[in-house]
């Protein structure tokens, strides 16, 4: 099959990271999350002891650490200058953060430029919040998928407490949906909205097989 690109954009909780991995795999792609990579960059701003708002050394930092994004068949491991923080960019402790750190410009460019290079050679399924609006524009596919605030936190929840996680109750988790919906809607640059070309999806009432088939549908018709 011929390579090509699949862009998908959304807000938090809207599966994007299950359906994009899982897509990829049906097509022998390589998937790609960003978000873990604004999540990296938060990961080491706290461990160097560094507020979100000292921007200057945020921005000087994130230039010098290197981050490696390694496809595995469970998932994208990331690496932090060798270290493994695929387990530890999850935490609460980071996701509270993190937007802060995806609305500075220059952190922006910086993963950017990495991500349109990862996807060059083409034959990648990246997820997002801008994808489908400025790191790929060309993207032969570019879905929009969303579902309702509640169907996302209760989604959430489902997944930490299969996992063992009890570090927040199912309103804390939608209140901090909706205030990370906010704050990525609303930042100055690449806020999140559907590209003009891109698909509008809306996985509430549907199933991960049902959306991944839809997605699987719209390639053949590419190629
Ligand atoms: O996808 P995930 O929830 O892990 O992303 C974490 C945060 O990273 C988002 O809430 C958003 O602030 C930021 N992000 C972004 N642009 C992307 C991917 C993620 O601003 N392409």
Redesign the pocket.
């Known amino acids: 099959m011929e390579k090509f690109n699949i862009a998908i954009?959304g807000p938090?909780?809207a599966g994007?990271?299950t359906i994009a991995r899982l897509v990829a795999g049906a097509l022998g792609f390589v998937y790609v999350?960003?978000?873990?990579?604004?999540?990296a960059v938060t990961w080491k701003v706290q461990q160097e002891g560094l507020s979100p708002h000292q921007e200057s050394e945020v921005i000087a930092l994130a230039r010098r650490m290197r981050i490696e994004l390694i496809p595995r068949p469970e998932g994208q491991q990331v690496l932090v200058d060798g270290i493994d923080v695929t387990k530890d960019?999850?935490t609460t402790a980071i996701?509270d953060h993190?937007?802060q750190?995806?609305?500075i410009g220059d952190i922006?460019q910086l993963?950017?430029a990495m991500?349109k290079q990862m996807a060059a050679s083409k034959g990648i399924v990246m997820?997002?919040?801008?994808?489908g609006t400025h790191?790929l524009p060309d993207a032969e596919i570019k879905i929009f998928l969303t579902a309702s605030v509640k169907e996302r936190a209760e989604r959430r929840f489902k997944e930490m407490q299969d996992s063992g996680n009890s570090e927040m109750t199912l309103s804390q988790l939608e209140q901090d949906i909706a205030r990370?919906d906010q704050?990525?809607q609303e930042?100055e640059i690449?806020p999140?909205r559907k590209a003009q070309d891109a698909i509008l999806m809306d996985s509430t009432s549907m199933t991960i097989d049902e959306v991944v088939d839809q997605i699987l549908g719209l390639c053949k018709d590419k190629v």
């Open positions: 954009d938090a909780g994007k990271s999350d960003t978000g873990a990579m604004y999540r960019i999850r996701t993190v937007s750190i995806a609305s922006r993963l950017v991500q997820d997002g919040r801008d994808i790191v990370r704050l990525d930042r690449s999140l």
